[in-house]
């Protein structure tokens, strides 16, 4: 199945890290015969082309989507909603659509507020990939290669656009895993977005202490890899922490109490208590370490 | 000066990662005679012996530290004053004695207790590496290799017994930084104890919920390397945070301030509060990625 994935167009709109690195891993695997990256701004665009991520380009969506028979919204997800109402009139009949978001309720939810409905042809998804780096510079064949991508289909959607995106994904050496939308916000809510906010936080909490420079120059590699997300695009991730507020505000708002209870058991000086959690953590920690193993590189950020 | 290091009889006590590594890369650079290893588990020393990183073992420790030069305390930070007024009696005269705790105050106010005063020949140290591992089989020589050692002697400590232990470490490959035990465990609270403290809090948090295992499926690489720390020794940490609770309680205090502050900023839609605060912290990381870069490596911990 995965053998007869080919693409004659593919549409990149939001050519940097993730939409880049799709389009280099397609066109490594001679997967595609043309692809037309999209962005607001020349200069990326310009340096995407000359680094051959892309053929060509376009400024304007609505021309960039022309004749594609795959078109892939790399944007913030922000951005997504009004770009698809850009383009909509613009596809071919029989042109798939997807994302890369981050997020995926809110997404679908904006579309649906922007054309009154979502197209069956869409199918939303996440590539749970990436680095602290963007940018098309950042971008690389291989960074989904036995990384999940998780799409997020509706109920009505086409179940041949559904094959097409999951076999395009599989030509980029991904893992293809599929639920609700609603889950899907859940488990990242968790998984990703309340660590993005915990590094961002303690870094930011730091940085605010007067003796920071030093403090920071004696942290060790433990910290250093604690707070590398705190290195990614803030943009980026204001963009998915509002669209996923929903979904990450319980889930954040209940280690915000459990940490307060630990903060109490060691103002208590309640060690029982404290070791029982930092046990229970472990057990899952190291648990997990080896399924996680499988589908995340050290490095790889989502 | 390094050159001129030797030491004829080195007693560890305590032969883990920290003290089986100082003794493997000691041995390794010629700078030892003799190693003599001690803890409360025979079992453990027979396989430090068989590793090769101990000569020999005592279970006692007033009988392991006779005729020793140098003798370094590797125990949690919890039994090191216990474990000190059971060899005071039976060290040499010229004996330097040291320790590798990760909180000093608590190291040596047990200390000062437990003797009636600090010897001027013991030096508080803390050197900022290890892994999430530990057990003499996961020492390895080159564990201090350009990482940090930091001393916190106090006023009347021996001026040649702190050089003693300075140029130990150098010949284990280490950097030596002098600083107060009060200094030292305020700067370790905000970047190791801290840290700690939040992953085994988010792994807890995440194991509680129901979906737990799905969750820890789709987490990728970011996650993973957020909450490695969480692999740690729950009992070694729990002695830590207790060690070192008056650092702690305060920079915890201020940083769960700050995160509901940030959590009110998500939940009142406030996007450029959240942004301000991710881009000066990505500012910080991306400043200090460097620096740090220098003293630790990824996978390093302390």
């Known amino acids: 199945m995965n053998d007869d994935f080919h693409c004659n167009r593919l549409c990149i709109i ?12 397609l066109r490594a695997a001679g997967k595609v015969d043309e692809v037309v990256g999209c962005s607001r701004n020349e200069i990326h665009l310009t340096r995407a082309q000359s680094l051959g991520v892309i053929d060509r380009f376009m400024l304007d969506p609505a021309r960039a989507v022309e004749g594609a028979d795959i078109v892939v919204l790399a944007t913030p997800v922000s951005r997504t909603a009004e770009i698809y109402q850009a383009i909509a009139p613009h596809l071919l009949d029989d042109a798939v659509v997807s994302d890369v978001g981050s997020t995926k309720g809110s997404v679908i939810a904006g579309i649906r507020q922007a054309l009154d409905h979502v197209p069956v042809r869409f199918v939303p998804a996440h590539p749970i990939a990436g680095t602290e780096k963007s940018g098309v ?10 990384r999940r991508v ?43 977005h309340l660590p993005h906010l915990l590094a961002y936080g303690l870094v930011d909490t730091l940085a ?11 942290a ?20 998915i922490v509002f669209a996923n507020r929903d979904a990450l505000l319980p889930v954040m708002g209940r280690f915000l109490e459990d940490m307060d209870l630990l903060r109490k058991a060691v103002e208590q000086g309640d060690r029982q208590r404290v070791i029982d959690i930092f046990s229970r953590a472990k057990s899952e920690r190291d648990r997990f370490a080896a399924l996680v193993g499988r589908f995340a590189k050290p490095g790889d950020l989502e």
């Open 14 to 25: 939001g050519v940097g890290l993730i939409g880049g690195s799709l389009a280099r891993a």
């Open 137 to 146: 510079e950042a971008s690389f064949s291989e960074l989904f290669i036995e």
């Open 150 to 192: 998780i799409l997020t289909p509706l109920d009505d959607t086409d179940p041949l656009a559904i094959e097409r995106v999951a076999n395009m994904w599989k030509a980029a050496g991904a893992v293809i895993t599929r639920m609700t939308a609603e889950h899907h916000d859940e488990v990242l809510a968790a998984t990703s």
């Open 208 to 218: 605010t202490m007067e003796e920071r420079r030093e403090i920071f120059s004696y």
């Open 220 to 239: 060790a590699g433990g910290f250093r890899d604690f707070t590398r997300i705190a290195s990614s695009s803030p943009d980026m991730w204001a963009d």
